[in-house]
T-cell receptor, first 111, second 113 residues
Framework: QKEVEQNSGPLSVPEGAIASLNCTYS??????FFWYRQYSGKSPELIMF????GDKEDGRFTAQLNKASQYVSLLIRDSQPSDSATYLC???????????FGAGTILRVKS | DAGVIQSPRHEVTEMGQEVTLRCKPI?????LFWYRQTMMRGLELLIY????????DSGMPEDRFSAKMPNASFSTLKIQPSEPRDSAVYFC???????????FGSGTRLTVV
């Protein structure tokens, strides 16, 4: 089992729709969870982090965490073509104190 | 702040040559990480430092890879000798602490021919 798993996609949504990106992780002791956006040819950019169960909203982005199910998600409301990128889920593993990244989900927003 | 600065941006070298990648973390960030990204394997952690001390190098693929952090503002990742399978984008990242996310540099695209 991979430490952090994501559906590679691509996930295609029409402009204005809600994009839902999902991630599961293996280390039950993990405490910190991050979402990064990576445009083609660029470096990963932090867009959201969440530590507690429930939802955290920041503008058009909402991160959701369910530690019991070891599941974290990212919702993007009113998706724009500029949101087209690869979204990386990252989990701070309890062991070794290091950030492990999923393989990323490619999101395509069609205008 | 100028962010995490990496050099060079691109490096093309012949198999067997030594390659040195450089990184300047954000001032005040006590943690520095070296990652490698490929299509097949995604982002892989190679090594990380805390206060200039290597903490976990379990991701370093083999003895051909070495990393140093002589001071708080500079780190190097060296590959000697380089091989075509080392071709990837190498990212350096830094953070002030575990509860914070990492800030990545622009990366070095390495091509070994």
């Amino acid at each position: 089992q991979k430490e952090v798993e994501q559906n590679s996609g691509p996930l295609s949504v029409p402009e204005g729709a809600i994009a839902s990106l999902n991630c599961t992780y293996s280390d039950r002791g993990s405490q910190s969870f991050f979402w990064y956006r990576q445009y083609s040819g660029k470096s990963p950019e932090l867009i959201m982090f969440i530590y507690s169960n429930g939802d955290k909203e920041d503008g058009r982005f909402t991160a959701q965490l369910n530690k019991a199910s070891q599941y974290v998600s990212l919702l993007i409301r009113d998706s724009q073509p500029s949101d087209s990128a690869t979204y990386l889920c990252a989990v701070n593993m309890e062991y070794g104190n290091k950030l492990v990244f999923g393989a990323g989900t490619i999101l395509r927003v069609k205008s | 702040d100028a962010g995490v600065i990496q050099s060079p941006r691109h490096e093309v070298t012949e198999m067997g040559q030594e390659v040195t990648l450089r990184c300047k973390p954000i001032s005040g960030h006590d943690y520095l990480f070296w990652y490698r990204q490929t299509m097949m394997r995604g982002l892989e952690l190679l090594i990380y430092f805390n206060n200039n001390v290597p903490i976990d190098d379990s991701g370093m693929p083999e003895d051909r890879f070495s990393a140093k952090m002589p001071n708080a503002s500079f780190s190097t990742l060296k590959i000697q000798p380089s091989e075509p399978r080392d071709s990837a984008v190498y990212f350096c990242a830094s953070t002030p602490g575990w509860s914070s996310g990492y800030t990545f540099g622009s990366g070095t695209r390495l091509t070994v021919v």
